[in-house]
Every structure is written in structure tokens, then in C-alpha cells.
């Protein structure tokens, strides 16, 4: 999984990003500290893998992880070369999903680009200068198209598709409000990846104080909810300070001081679980004394499907997938007592791979 982080300058955009990678990005009081695409992966943080990893001896551990893009902050007029961010904006174009950071902290030391804090007049100003750079991408795509439809008549559905997304976006709508006609034109759209096609999670950016009651108190958290709600995005609440402080502490240490905050969960835990909800995606595991692994995957991925991530192999000679769930096999403490207790199920190529199911996979080329 791939996330971009967009936002103003000075939204705490960077601060997060470093917290979330501990990737040192530079982040400092003044717009445009970011002048380079930050990239950093991350584990995805799943107890079950280091649970079945201990039950199997497993030598080696391995997570899903997610791979986090940061670029400088956008500012109006960005898409006509105001700012920086807009020499950025190809770097997340291939991203799955857009996070996007929002100021909803009032603080007189940090200064704001537009002078004030308003969440929603933040966001439009992004989304604007996001639907501004898909049209300069359509505007090139539509003329070469153009002169390639004169020779070649079955590029006519193509250029149909291409207008009928400039249209939206010259009304001030993101692409993913074009509702494809069939599959075919849906492939095609996704294939052109642009930037108002992508999911959106907002980041709601909140001092501590509104951490604890998950920013309801927090006027400009609930117009963010309410924005969020007409358009389908996931929203959740963080404050980049905190997790800043977060990132130098282990395991251990994390965990009390979530809990002296009255939390249950990190901000890097709330918003891969924004994510994986947002993107439709499970994980199922596979374990063994050589390794214990997380794989990410569509809901409703077929045992094959899901099989060929692992390796094409294993897709072009399923034979069937051996199935226990998670918590049976934790349950039972040994894969034999599972099978014993009938919890080890023979599934073929028309099982659906649900989370947290451990599979083994037979196969033959």
C-alpha cells in the first residue's frame, strides 16, 4: 500500500510524516522546509504475526508494510507554479490513496498561510489545485489522443472518456465523481491516474488536549467529519506532536504512554486502519519455521489470487488452500490439534480469502 501526505505549509504535514517513518524529513516553522519527495516504509503493526511467529520458532518475521510519500505543501495557485509543491505533485501520482493533513489546532506561534485556521477552506484550496493539475494532464492526453483517433477509430471511446472527465473537472468535481459506463472505461480511467480519482483520508491535525475524546469537542474536527461524510472519506484524529513523541519510544514504553493518555491507539495504527477500510484491504498470514508473514490483499481475492501474491507459481498450479483461522490456531496452540479438532479446512479456487485466515497453499507446475 502506497499513501501520498498533501496539506498547506505548516499543518504539521512533515512532523507527521517523521513521526510516522521516523524518516527525518525536515520540519520547521516556515512554509516550503520540504523541497524534496520524502519516501519512507512502514511496518504495519499486527500482533498477530509476532504471536504466530513465537507459536512456529519462525526465524524471521515479516510484516505488510506501507510505503508513505511526503511532499512540500501546497499553496493556492500551486498548480500554476506558486509554492513549491506542485514540482511534487508526479511523485503521488501512483500512490493508492491521498492523506490529507488539516490544521485543527489553534496556536499563535505557528503561522498559518492564510493568516487563519478554517479546515474546510484548507481542503477546497488543495482540491483545487489537485483538480487544476488533473486538467493539465487531460488537456496534453486529449490533444494526443486527438490527432492519434484520426487514424485509429477505436481511440473514439477513449477521447468520449477523456472529455467526459474534463467536463467534471471544469465543473469543479473530482474524477471520482464520473461514474464509469462499464468496466472497460473504469480500467481506463484508473490508468490514468489521476490525482481526483484517488480516496482521500483526512488527517485531522488536533493539539493534546483534544486527543482524548477523539477531537469531538473540536469545531474544526466536526467540520472536517461533516465534509468528509458528503464526499465518502475516512477522517480520523491526530496530533503530529504526540506522535512525534511516540516514535522514540518502544513497545513497552509506547503502550503506557497511550494509555497515561487515555488512548488505545497510535495515530499510525488509527490511519492504517482508515486506509485498509478506505481501500478495501484484509490480510491474510502464512507461517512456518522459516518465516511468519502478513500479505495485503482485496477483499472478496480469491485463494488463487490471493496465492499469486506470494508467487506466480503458486497461482498457475493451485491445487487447494489449507485454511485455519487466526484465533482456532492460537485456540488450539499446534496446527495438528486445529486439524485434529476439524478447525483445518481443504478450500478450493472458489474461496474467498477472509482476514486472518493462515493459509497453506498446494501447488503444481
Known amino acids: 500500500m502506497k499513501l501520498g501526505i498533501v496539506g498547506l505549509p505548516n499543518v504539521g504535514k512533515s512532523t507527521l510524516f517523521n513521526s510516522l517513518t521516523k524518516a527525518g524529513a525536515e520540519s520547521a516553522n516556515y512554509p516550503f522546509c520540504t523541497i524534496d519527495p520524502n519516501v519512507g516504509i512502514v511496518p504495519v503493526p499486527d500482533e498477530r504475526i509476532k504471536n504466530l511467529g513465537e507459536l512456529y520458532h519462525s526465524a524471521k518475521v515479516t510484516p505488510a508494510v506501507v510505503e508513505f510519500v511526503d511532499i512540500a505543501g501546497l499553496v493556492k495557485g500551486a498548480s500554476k507554479g506558486e509554492g513549491l509543491g506542485n514540482q511534487f505533485l508526479a511523485n503521488i501520482r501512483e500512490?493508492?490513496?491521498?492523506?490529507?493533513?488539516?490544521?485543527?489546532?489553534?496556536?499563535?506561534?505557528?503561522?498559518?498561510?492564510?493568516?487563519?485556521?478554517?479546515?474546510?477552506?484548507?481542503?477546497?484550496?488543495?482540491?483545487?489545485?489537485?483538480?487544476?493539475?488533473?486538467?493539465?494532464?487531460?488537456?496534453?492526453?486529449?490533444?494526443?489522443?486527438?490527432?492519434?483517433?484520426?487514424?485509429?477509430?477505436s481511440l473514439a471511446k477513449e477521447l468520449v472518456t477523456l472529455k467526459k472527465l474534463m467536463d467534471a473537472l471544469t465543473e469543479g468535481r473530482q474524477a471520482k465523481t464520473v461514474e464509469p459506463d462499464d468496466e472497460d472505461e473504469a480500467a481506463f480511467i484508473a490508468s490514468l491516474n489521476l490525482l481526483t480519482s484517488k480516496p482521500v483520508i483526512y488527517a485531522a491535525n488536533v493539539s493534546e488536549s483534544d486527543l482524548a475524546d477523539d477531537g469531538a469537542s473540536n469545531p474544526h474536527v466536526a467540520a472536517v467529519r461533516e465534509f468528509a461524510a458528503k464526499e465518502g472519506s475516512e477522517v480520523f484524529v491526530i496530533c503530529a506532536e504526540i506522535e512525534a513523541e511516540i516514535s522514540e519510544l518502544d513497545d513497552d514504553e509506547k503502550k503506557m504512554f497511550l494509555e497515561d493518555l487515555g488512548l488505545e491507539k497510535s495515530g499510525l495504527d488509527k490511519l492504517i486502519s482508515a486506509s485498509y477500510s478506505l481501500l478495501g484491504l484484509i490480510s491474510y498470514l502464512t507461517s512456518g519455521a522459516d518465516e511468519t508473514r502478513a500479505w495485503t490483499i482485496t477483499k472478496g481475492t480469491k485463494a488463487p489470487q490471493a496465492a499469486g501474491k506470494i508467487h506466480s507459481d503458486f497461482e498457475r498450479g493451485f491445487i487447494r488452500a489449507e485454511v485455519v483461522s487466526y484465533q482456532d490456531l492460537m485456540d488450539c496452540q499446534s496446527y495438528v490439534t486445529a486439524r485434529e479438532k476439524g478447525l483445518v479446512r481443504l478450500e478450493g479456487k472458489d474461496y474467498v480469502v477472509q482476514d486472518g485466515d493462515v493459509i497453506l497453499f498446494r501447488f503444481n507446475v
Open 95 to 153: 500512490v493508492d490513496a491521498i492523506v490529507h493533513v488539516v490544521r485543527c489546532f489553534e496556536n499563535s506561534n505557528i503561522i498559518h498561510v492564510n493568516g487563519h485556521i478554517d479546515p474546510v477552506d484548507d481542503i477546497e484550496t488543495i482540491e483545487l489545485e489537485l483538480i487544476f493539475a488533473d486538467q493539465e494532464v487531460l488537456e496534453r492526453r486529449i490533444a494526443k489522443t486527438t490527432r492519434s483517433a484520426m487514424n485509429d477509430k
